[in-house]
């Protein structure tokens, strides 16, 4: 497998403001000014998106990066 499997999303289970936080496809930044912060930033980088489609374990990683993002989600809510 490779370094990037299940990772297309970023881990927001620790966010850091005034900082990037990314995954393979996908990143988040949210700008913190003292008390006040700005709404989360996404953005998708199209290239990386490319390759992962052209990914023989695209499904997979896919799959498995949806299923981490379902869990994490409700661990949330705890």
Not at 19 to 35: N, Q
Request: proline share 3%; net charge positive.
């Amino acid at each position: 497998m490779t370094e990037c499997f299940g990772n297309i999303y970023p881990d927001l289970t620790r966010v850091e403001y005034n900082k990037k936080i990314a995954g393979k496809v996908f990143s988040v930044r949210i700008d913190s000014h003292g008390l006040v912060h700005q709404a989360p930033r996404l953005k998708a980088d199209m290239k990386a998106w490319e390759d992962c489609q052209e990914c023989e374990l695209y499904q997979s990683c896919f799959d498995f990066s949806n299923a981490k993002l379902a869990m994490r989600q409700a661990l949330s809510r705890f």
